[in-house]
């Protein structure tokens, strides 16, 4: 492993099993959408990495994370390596690679041993998916905050009522009220979990405070109508870019989408001949909702021109090889971000995809949409949650707000 590794560029690879994969390696590649340059890039690395392998004399069975960080840093007279290793973006190609050689069982990756308390946590994960019908996304963040919240309360699950306050008193001292509620919301639910298993008290959950992320005098924060169309209308439709993102922005804006429901969209989801789009939001309720016009038009124009031709059945898609489903709610997220740069929106409330959520809500409001109505676009669990919106407009909280007791109309 630490003799110095002759590869040239512009070898072919040695004979071997993984010498062989190379050519199958760059098929998957093209095949994912990958450019003429990309591929011979990856494939270039892909040799690199076997002809390093066959120096050394190493057993292609199986690959490690020590092997892969040997390989960055060996002593290669073809330039490069050394004390700091090949760029990051070279062994990525490289570990590119060792996932297809490890999907088409090719080579095994050695699975780390679990951390302490790791098998809870799994415990935990599988809890959610099954007794909360929360969404993989949904389960990865509670799994990130609840670290987070183990950091400061500790592994050990003897706690009791005292112990978990004082956690929440020092997370409360350094973090925002917003993060704040949300540790606490995902703490609810681990001791929840820990109860049904019978590793903590049954009413420890009671003991943890109830905190608002919301102050009495908050707005939502929201675009204006106008606004809204000028932001629509900045995307460009001369390319697959600009008409992936009017139709993303549109059913934001018009049906009051969560990020997370565009990232979760299936092809099947628009049901063209009742012109209406189904929408499987929180807690897995599947809703069904009316598809306008321009939506449809932009969905059309969209599948019809600009998707890419792939097995993936996501409806929207990376527009840049490698022709994925997009990865997370930050994805659309960043799609509101350019799309506010585009319409030299500068002074927007917020940059992110909620924002056209809430100027749908007020817009519908203002609009002379009833409460339950809205509520029931939303897929709100209480119309409670759908009045703060009535906040935006003074003369709409007279339709909401109770009468004094023993005071007459004016």
């Known amino acids: 492993m630490t003799a110095t590794c002759f590869y040239k560029r512009t070898q072919t690879a040695r004979d071997g099993i993984l010498a062989a994969q190379i050519p199958l390696f760059s098929e998957a590649l093209r095949l994912r959408g990958y450019s003429a340059i990309s591929n011979l890039r990856h494939v270039s690395a892909a040799r690199h990495f076997v002809a390093w392998m066959s120096g050394g004399s190493l057993v292609p069975e199986v690959i490690d994370d020590a092997m892969i960080i ?3 840093c060996h002593a290669c007279a073809n330039g490069g390596s050394g004390a700091q290793g090949f760029s990051p973006a070279y062994m ?35 809890w959610l998916k099954v007794r909360c019908a929360v ?55 681990y001791l929840r979990f820990l109860a049904e298993r019978g590793e903590c008290p049954v009413h420890l959950a009671e003991a943890i405070p109830t905190l608002s992320a919301r102050g009495t005098d908050t707005l939502p924060r929201h675009l204006a109508p106008d606004r809204v169309e000028a932001l629509i209308d900045a995307c460009d439709l001369a390319t697959s870019a600009g ?3 009017r139709a993303v922005l549109l059913l934001l804006a018009r049906l009051g989408l969560r990020a997370g429901d565009i990232v979760a969209m299936r092809l099947d989801a628009v049901a063209w001949d009742e ?21 449809g ?18 409806l929207f898609l990376r527009t840049i090889p490698p022709f994925v489903a997009l990865a997370s709610s930050p994805a659309v997220a960043h799609i509101v971000k350019r799309a506010l740069q585009r319409a030299d929106i500068t002074d927007a409330p917020s940059r992110g995809a909620h924002m056209l959520r809430h100027s749908a809500a007020t817009g519908l409001l203002r609009a002379g949409a009833t409460m339950e109505s809205i509520a029931a676009i ?11 919106y ?4 003074v003369g709409m909280l007279g339709e909401i707000a109770q009468p004094w007791p023993g005071a007459t109309s004016c």
């Open 243 to 245: 008409k992936r993102d």
């Open 275 to 295: 012109g209406a789009v189904r929408v499987c939001g929180k807690g897995r309720r599947e809703v069904k909702l009316p598809l306008p016009q321009d939506v």
């Open 135 to 189: 969404s993989d996304q949904t389960i990865r963040s509670h799994t990130f905050k609840l670290n987070a919240i183990l950091a400061v309360l500790g592994r050990d699950t003897a706690y009791d009522a005292a112990g978990i306050r004082r956690a929440i008193i020092a997370i409360a001292a350094v973090s925002s009220r917003f993060h704040t509620k949300n540790l606490v919301a995902t703490l609810r639910h």
């Open 297 to 314: 038009d932009a969905l059309f124009a969209y599948l019809q021109n600009a998707r890419p031709v792939v097995a993936d059945d996501r």
């Open 378 to 388: 939303l897929r709100h669990r209480s119309v409670e949650t759908t009045n703060i």
């Open 70 to 72: 040997a390989f960055a």
């Open 390 to 393: 009535a906040r935006v407009d």
């Open 92 to 126: 990525g190609r490289v570990r590119a690679f060792v996932r297809y050689l490890a999907q088409a069982r090719i080579v095994t990756r050695p699975v780390a041993p679990l951390a302490p308390g790791a098998a809870r946590i799994a415990a935990f994960q599988d």
